[in-house]
């Protein structure tokens, strides 16, 4: 398939050539740059500059054209050509990490900087050369990043894979809409995420917003938005990552595609194992206590088309297949899932007009066992065997148009899921009963976004997202219907030339509950939650408020923020006993999270940067329910990243920090994780520049360190190495 790739877009080359170099403002060569030329808003060819900063394109052009200039830590340089193109200089400024430019926060597919909400960007380059391995762990660096548990996706369920932001409470339905390329990542049925999904080799970039993206997002993105971007070559590439190490681990990924006429074909595969650990801690393990291992295999495949006047079709398809140790002889899970994607844009009316269409279908299996109490885990005892097959539709469509400085997003989607759990309970390998429980749910709305540039200095956002959420059982006359306005007002003011940014927000947002937590019930040790179809949504009403400042080489923003989650839905502890605990999913007043965040970025000269993150949070149960000025589960006080990392022509180095603060597992507070503190780092050397060999290290200093309670004490991963190849053409 590579050699397909590599051979259909390398015909058709085009003739004409442009040269030049890339420079720092002290004169430094800038390796590693992107280079693009487009023309009416298609992109023509792309490059990278060498060890020497220079870069040479090819085009067939020969009147004026654009060409933009992106490196990590500067400013995008955008400089038009005339026609009779000779050598370019082009000098890059330093950008301070706020400044970035993104897709995400407008909703739009022209990249953008946009002053009035918190994100931050990863690049393929930053993903590429740090010690973490998957993506979940890349992005615990993050303030306020949380997941159900703090394991790593490698080893851990997919279902504590749900993400959330800014201390709305760790779940297994993410509070957080995740996102490949625009379309849902989050599982349909449950809301977690699989992050193995999206070949590594592929990823272009990462965009995290954080606070509500309910906006122009919808109803999943109650807390933000994470999007994965995959690579849109401007013309022939190839990317490999080959590794292995600890823990019997081995990864191959593959990227390869291009551009030729109007044409844009790519594709991508991935293979993962890895046998991975007892994850219960020392002193409370059994026999019956094994390694906790996974392995997956995904791919995509994509192929567009942009016509002369403007207008782009694209067809895309992936299929991923995954299957897990659970840490037992009995427990495990594994995943197939199928996705296809068709999209379509232009110009019309002034604007650019978008409209996609996607479906999913999925099977997830699982099985669950009871443990003997005496002696502790000695046996188990297989006691329920899951299989959820769902099925999703979804549809959307958009315009964008500008007047100047000034643009107006319009748009509606639509979703329609189908899923249950079918169910057999055993005891003793006798057969007890089965069940086939489940239901659909049908997710509409329609949102405007209009930014105003009222002068160089003053930006203002309006935004109102309308939703419509109807939920039935398969089984039962019940259902709900359910309808929900969420406004959003935002603004940044430039103090003159000081650096400095001053923003603000109000929002409210809204997130249904997902069929999982209706109809789904499931076992972890001898805790059983069981599901709840009265479930109603839950509604966040929230602010945000802080600076950004940028002088010379540094650049500070400072967030502060207060968030209230009414009709929180979270598993409430129903009664405890030494052999079993009863969970069930309820709306359990409100939860209030306040808290600031802290981000710090200080290039000491070219090749030298150091990153500082931090979030302070206090989120707690409030409202009339029980659980009243109760810590929320999952939520840790605090959480602080350092990341130091030097870059040239030659070395890749980086080294990340992070400590996470005392978090409770249950709704009680009865059940504390400890602090955890992880060192990763990461070195690699480039030769011939194209090829780089690296090691990187994860939990340098072996910590011991807790990732969840059930109440077996369950520990992070230890100290790992791993060591490979990356491959990059051009």
Request: glycine share 12%; proline share 4%; no cysteine.
């Amino acid at each position: 398939m590579v050699a397909l790739l590599l051979n259909l877009v390398g015909l058709g080359q085009p003739a004409g050539r442009i040269s030049g170099t890339v420079v720092d403002p002290q004169g430094a060569a800038v390796p590693n740059a992107s280079v693009r030329i487009e023309t009416a808003s298609a992109p023509l060819d792309e490059v990278r500059t060498g060890t020497d900063g220079s870069f040479e394109l090819r085009t067939t052009v020969t009147g004026a054209v654009r060409l933009i200039v992106t490196a990590p830590g500067f400013a995008e340089a955008v400089l038009m050509l005339p026609g009779g193109h000779g050598p370019v200089r082009i000098t890059l400024t330093p950008a301070p990490f706020f400044e970035t430019i993104n897709v995400t926060s407008a909703r739009s597919e022209v990249r953008q900087p946009d002053a009035t909400v918190t994100m931050t960007v990863f690049s393929s380059s930053e993903l590429l050369t740090s010690g973490p391995l998957t993506i979940d762990d890349a992005l615990k660096i993050v303030p306020g990043f949380t997941l159900l548990r703090r394991s790593s996706s490698r080893v851990s369920n997919p279902t504590t894979q749900g993400v959330t932001l800014r201390g709305l409470g760790g779940a297994a339905a993410s509070r957080s809409l995740v996102l490949t390329d625009g379309v849902p990542l989050n599982d349909a049925f449950g809301g977690w995420v699989y992050w193995d999904k999206v070949p590594f080799a592929a990823i272009d970039r990462i965009e995290v917003l954080r606070g509500g993206g309910s906006d122009v997002y919808g109803a999943d993105a109650l807390g933000g938005v994470v999007q994965i971007l995959t690579i849109q070559p401007g013309r022939r590439s190839l990317r490999a990552l080959v590794e292995g190490g600890s823990l019997h681990t081995g990864l191959v990924s593959l990227f390869a595609g291009g551009r030729t006429g109007g044409w844009l074909v790519s594709g991508a595969g991935e293979w993962f194992t890895t046998k991975g650990y007892i994850i219960v801690a020392d002193d409370e393990r059994g026999a019956v206590d094994t390694r906790a291992g996974s392995a997956h295999t995904s791919g995509i495949a994509s192929v567009s088309y942009r016509a002369g006047n403007g207008w782009r079709f694209e067809l895309r398809g992936s299929v991923f297949s995954e299957t897990r140790q659970n840490g037992t002889p009995v427990q495990m899970n594994d995943t197939d899932a199928r996705q296809g994607s068709g999209e379509v844009a232009g110009d019309a009316g002034g604007g650019l007009f978008s409209a996609r269409v996607f479906g999913d279908t999925q099977g997830y299996d699982q099985t669950f066992s009871a443990f003997s109490t005496e002696p502790p885990r000695a046996s188990e005892d297989l006691e329920r065997i899951q299989r959820v097959p769902t099925t999703v539709v979804g549809v959307a469509a958009q315009w964008e148009r500008r007047w100047g400085p000034h643009t107006l997003l319009v748009g509606a989607e639509e979703r329609f899921i189908e899923g249950r759990t079918v169910e057999t309970r055993l005891t003793e390998g006798r057969v007890l009963g089965t069940s086939d429980d489940g239901g659909s749910q049908r997710v509409g709305s329609a949102f405007a976004r209009a930014a105003f540039a009222v002068s160089d200095r003053l930006t203002v956002v309006a935004a109102a997202h309308g939703d419509g959420w109807q939920s039935k059982s398969q089984n039962t006359s019940f259902s709900q219907t359910v309808g929900s306005f969420n406004p959003r007002a935002s603004l940044a003011y430039r103090l003159g030339d000081s650096g400095v940014t001053l923003r603000g927000s109000v929002y409210r947002s809204f997130r249904a509950p997902t069929l999982n937590e209706l109809y789904r019930g499931f076992r972890v040790g001898n805790n059983v939650t069981t599901p709840n179809e009265s479930l109603e949504p839950e509604r966040l009403t929230a602010a945000e408020g802080g600076l950004a400042m940028s002088r010379g080489r540094a650049a500070v923003r400072v967030t502060g923020f207060w968030n209230r989650l009414d009709d929180t839905i979270t598993s409430v502890t129903i009664s405890t006993s030494p052999s079993l605990n009863i969970h069930e999913r309820q709306n359990a007043g409100q939860v209030r999270s306040i808290g600031v965040e802290l981000e710090a970025d200080l290039r000491l000269w070219q090749s030298v940067a150091v990153a500082v993150t931090s979030a302070m949070t206090d989120s707690r149960f409030k409202g009339e329910t029980r659980l009243r000025n109760n810590r929320v589960p999952q939520v840790a006080r605090y959480n602080v990243g350092l990341s130091l990392r030097y870059d040239n022509r030659l070395w890749n180095l980086s080294g990340q920090l992070r400590v996470a603060g005392s978090q409770f597992e249950d709704d009680i507070n009865t059940l504390i994780l400890r602090r955890a503190t992880v060192v990763d780092v990461f070195g690699g050397r480039t030769f011939a520049r194209r090829v780089s060999l690296f090691v990187a290290i994860e939990n340098l200093f072996n910590s011991d360190y807790d990732v969840g309670r059930t109440p077996t004490r369950t520990a992070g991963l230890p100290r790992t190495v791993r060591t490979g190849v990356q491959v990059a053409y051009p």
